[in-house]
């Protein structure tokens, strides 16, 4: 049964980059077939795709995130990670790590989850 964790800072101060790892254990981040993603909810909003990486190398962002958003990966502590540049308190939200088979940007399609990381963006 895969697991996942993630980890960062809870407060953020507006324009720096918030970054977060998601780290994986009962099975690999190069196991054929499974791509690792971040979602996002704001409060009182819906889930928010952000973007995913692939078990084959590949990686995949959500257009209207594309230009602040990075996902890195470290093969030797089962980790992978978000990077989200230049935010504001509009991008305070939990944030997910999760997993699935296919690179989809439906939130639906993600069969494990980790347990999500309240993320506040303030001064």
């Known amino acids: 049964q895969v697991q996942l964790q993630e980890s960062g800072p809870g407060l953020v101060k507006p324009s720096q980059t918030l970054s977060l790892t998601c780290t994986v254990s009962?099975?690999?981040?190069?196991?054929?077939?499974?791509?690792w993603s971040w979602i996002r909810q704001p409060p009182g909003k819906g889930l928010e795709w952000m973007g995913v990486y692939g078990y084959d190398g590949s990686t995949y962002y959500n257009p209207s995130l594309k230009s602040r958003t990075s996902i890195s990966w470290d093969t030797s502590k089962n980790q992978f990670s978000l990077q989200l540049s230049s935010v504001t308190p509009e991008d305070t939200a939990v944030y997910y790590c999760?997993?699935?088979?296919?690179?989809?940007?439906?939130?639906?399609?993600?069969?494990?989850w980790g347990q999500g990381t309240q993320v506040t963006v303030s001064s």
């Open positions: 009962g099975g690999s981040i190069t196991t054929n077939y499974y791509y």
């Open positions: 999760a997993a699935g088979f296919s690179p989809s940007s439906d939130s639906r399609r993600y069969d494990y």
